[in-house]
């Protein structure tokens, strides 16, 4: 495993986890706040969280998506009770449509989070892997927020 660089890298905010608070998450900070820089860390190779993570027969939600989604990007569909794979392609879509995907940065796994006083700012350990899964490489970021959506 290679070891961390000796300067993180620094952004405003740092939100763990792309499924579908996450996305929700980046959409707010974005419009509230459009000069911040972020990213979002998901441990595995895709987002959508919970919704592309279980794959068995017939999973769906059980709430409504009227309420379950974004006040933002209204379920349109026809049935409320939706399946595992509209819902999936329903954060992919938002992600996609307001450009969240390019903030999300893949094979990032969350080892630990530090507060530092004297930086004002956490200080949060990452393994990071190649969609191949080559050697792990230990890396650091450093942000003024942490928002943990996973």
């Known amino acids: 495993m290679n070891s961390r660089p000796n300067q993180p890298e620094q952004l405003d905010v740092l939100i763990v986890g792309a499924g579908i608070s996450g996305i929700g998450a980046a959409y707010y900070l974005q419009q509230e706040h459009p000069g ?11 987002t959508g969280g919970t919704w592309d ?3 068995y027969p017939g999973i769906r939600s059980d709430s409504d998506l009227h309420t ?5 990007k209204p379920w349109r569909d026809d049935h409320a009770i939706a399946t595992a794979d509209k819902i999936l392609a329903y954060l992919r879509e938002t992600a996609a449509e307001n450009r969240i995907d ?3 940065r893949f094979h990032h796994k969350v080892l630990g989070a530090a507060w530092s006083s004297a930086d004002a700012r956490w200080i949060v350990d990452i393994e990071r892997t190649d969609a191949a899964g080559g050697d792990p490489e230990l890396i650091q970021i450093a942000a003024n927020w942490l928002f943990s959506a996973g």
Do not use: D, V
Request: a positive charge; charged letters at 30%; proline letters at 0%.
């Open 102 to 104: 390019e903030k999300i």
């Open 53 to 55: 993570l279980f794959r």
């Open 36 to 46: 911040r820089t972020y990213a979002i860390l998901e441990a595995r190779g895709a």
């Open 68 to 72: 379950f989604g974004y006040e933002f």
